[in-house]
């Protein structure tokens, strides 16, 4: 029998939809009755699928994170990161561990050569210098020490240079865990990892404003930065006229590698005067470390000189001159060595007295002459 058209009409009613305006945007929602049986929610069954839904996502979640308590092993990819990751300072030195001999103390050391023009390689834009590596022991009464090198030495090969010259590395130190040398003509600091050189940080001349590299000299940690040192006196021409003060300068830097630029021409100012010298007078500097056990740092010039620079005069001019001072450079005592043989050949022959300066445990303070032939 057909459905009476009125009982039709008044079930349609209930499905007619209502038009609602929201921000002049129309939106169509349905209205139903509540007692309409076909819409009659079942909420037990719906709260039993959702926590069962939820319980399945928590456990996808935990499998796709690492575990709190189980660490993710390092590998060669992602080492680094966690590596860089934790942020701290490196202080490991020396970066390999000492091993205890019947002769002593056995250390693992370097030293990096500066070619000067030599440096250029035999392939274009390529710039070399050599790293030579080998063992120091000092005896167990403290007062011999013996070397030995390895059969080989390594060359290292860089291509940046500063008007056709470059890799004229200056020093060697350890900083952060890691091996760093400084280039004196570009002011790069490179990390030296194995046979390769990865360049680090680039230093300016002067107060960083220069358009120079910066002639870098000396380096030294202290309180987890590296200090970064040029010649200590004003740059002057051949015949001592005075053009600047840059190379009074020092570098700053942190262990993630920012810079700062510090004025420390009262410091130098400061040894030259301890060590009984006037302007034009000069003291020329290549060898400055801290000591973090005497908080003192130390000096060994290489050249003295009590008159204007001359640069043939200069050459004759080297110098045993120890010097300590404070961290304010307030204190600063002088030293000089004993052997007057030993001080002739200095002034005469124009040594070269350049710091292989760590203190040890029983505050050695090593040093390495070299004669220029």
Known sequence: MPTPSRSRLQWDDSLNPLRISVGSLPVLASMTKAADPRFRLRWKAIVATSVALALVLLLLCF??????????????HNWRGIELSSGRYNDTYPLSPPQRISEGVRYRIGLIADLDTNSKGPREHTWFSY???????????????????????????????????GMELSELVVFNGKLYAVDDRTGVVY????????????????????????????????????????????????????????????????????????????NYD????????????YLIHESACWSETLQHWFFLPRRASH????????????????????????????????????????????????????????HHLWFLITWRS
């Open 63 to 76: 499998q796709r994170s690492p575990s709190a308590t189980r660490p993710v092993l390092p590998n060669v």
């Open 131 to 165: 790293l030579k590596k080998g063992y120091l022991t000092l005896s167990t009464s403290g007062d011999h020490v013996s070397v030995e090198w390895d059969a080989q030495d390594h060359m290292l090969e860089s291509h940046l240079a500063e008007k056709g010259r």
């Open 191 to 266: 990390q030296i990892d194995g046979t390769k050189v990865v360049p680090w940080v680039i230093l300016s001349d002067g107060d960083g404003t220069v358009g120079k590299g910066f002639k870098a000299e000396w380096l030294a940690v202290k309180d987890e930065h590296l200090y970064v040192g040029g010649l200590g006196k004003e740059w002057t021409t051949t015949t001592g006229e005075v053009l600047n003060q840059n190379p009074e300068w020092v570098k700053i830097i942190g262990y993630k590698g920012d810079v700062a630029h510090e004025n420390w021409v009262a």
């Open 270 to 281: 400061a040894l030259r005067a301890a060590a009984g010298i006037k302007s034009p007078g």
């Open 307 to 362: 008159g204007r620079y001359n640069e043939k005069e200069d050459e004759h001019c080297g110098t045993n001159l120890l010097l300590s001072s404070s961290p304010d450079f307030a204190d600063i005592t002088v030293s000089q060595g004993q052997d007057e043989e030993e001080e002739k050949r200095t002034l005469v022959r124009g040594a070269l007295r350049k710091g292989f300066m760590k203190l040890g445990p029983l």
